[in-house]
């Protein structure tokens, strides 16, 4: 079985600062680890994803995410927040070998204060 | 690239009605997904088509959903007898699958459906 933990149900963060939304994963053997991002009344994005090789993903908009094996973690950051960057984020997970179905976590809103 | 489709995007309904989705994926895409997502929630995999073939269904895909790909390009997901449990976002997303097999996954907006 696979299973993705957001642990935030909320972000709250100033323009300009920094910011991490964390996830947390579990799957019996090596992942590819997605995050999307959903706006209002939207489908969800598709933001950056992580393979293999290098651990530190970049992705849209100026998000990466950084693959932590030995912490099975792949958080999402972006070094400057903006106030169009509030949204829903959802972080995702299957497994690398053969077809697997891609599990969600509940998701974290992520609010951006001018 | 126009994205993935879906119709209707709202659609209310009385309990025990018959409704059907319509998704319309990424031209070229060979792989088709249903998810449905509850508020607060992720989205949660109901079923999936390489093709015109349904490959995997998820046990929350109860007998009352049937889903079809019948030429391997748009898609329907009907719902029989509806229930007010049924009310969700019905979201589906498309890929092309490579040898690879880290496709990603791109959705479409949605069909919200209410069930009064």
């Known amino acids: 079985a696979q299973s993705v933990a957001q642990p935030e149900d909320q972000v709250n963060v100033a323009e300009g600062n920094p910011l991490t939304v964390k996830c947390t994963y579990s799957?019996?053997?090596?992942?590819?680890l997605f995050w999307y991002v959903q706006y209002p009344n939207r489908g969800l994005q598709f933001l950056l994803k992580?393979?293999?090789?290098?651990?530190l993903v970049k992705g849209s908009y100026g998000f990466e995410a950084e693959f932590n094996k030995s912490q099975t973690s792949f958080h999402l950051k972006k070094p400057s927040a903006l106030v169009s960057d509030s949204a829903l984020y959802f972080c995702?997970?299957?497994?690398?070998?053969?077809?697997?179905?891609?599990?969600f976590g509940k998701g974290t809103m992520l609010l951006v204060s001018p | 690239d126009t994205g993935v489709s879906q119709n209707p995007r709202h659609k209310i309904t009385k309990r025990g009605q018959n409704v059907t989705f319509r998704c319309d994926p990424i031209?070229?895409?060979?792989?088709l997904y249903w998810y449905r997502q509850t508020l607060g929630q992720g989205p949660e995999f109901l079923t999936y088509?390489?093709?015109?073939?349904?490959?995997?269904k998820s046990r929350l895909l109860s007998d009352r959903f049937s889903a079809e790909r019948p030429k391997g390009s748009f898609s329907t997901l009907e719902i029989q007898r509806t229930e007010q449990g049924d009310s969700a976002m019905y979201l589906c997303?498309?890929?092309?699958?490579?040898?690879?097999?880290?496709?990603?996954?791109?959705f479409g907006p949605g069909t919200r459906l209410t069930v009064l």
């Open positions: 031209s070229e895409h060979n792989r």
């Open positions: 088509f390489q093709n015109e073939a349904q490959l995997e």
């Open positions: 799957v019996s053997g090596n992942p590819y």
């Open positions: 995702a997970v299957r497994l690398n070998s053969g077809y697997s179905t891609l599990t």
């Open positions: 997303a498309s890929s092309l699958a490579s040898g690879t097999g880290y496709d990603t996954q791109y």
């Open positions: 992580y393979i293999t090789g290098d651990n």
